[in-house]
């Protein structure tokens, strides 16, 4: 038996997350051992276990350094804001 890992649809960067699979129903959608039993997916896609956890890792830090660049990009824009209007320097504390 191949064990597979499932990725589907996310609202949030980077659009995507995955699980492996321990369930398919009929109409395709699975269940994972990460969100467990009675939480179903959607997948887009299918990789063997070994390929699908190099793609969450990837993923994972695709995500991290997402969240680091939005961090440096509001600081910047923040810094801008309070010397345009330093009133506002106080909502940031």
Known sequence: MIELMGFWEYDQFPFCLGGQVT????????????FGKGNWFRPWFFLPVPEGRVLKVQLRELEEGHKKAQQVFEAEWTTKLTSVMPEVAAWFR
């Open 23 to 34: 369930q398919i129903r009929g109409d395709g959608c699975i269940e994972t051992v990460e």
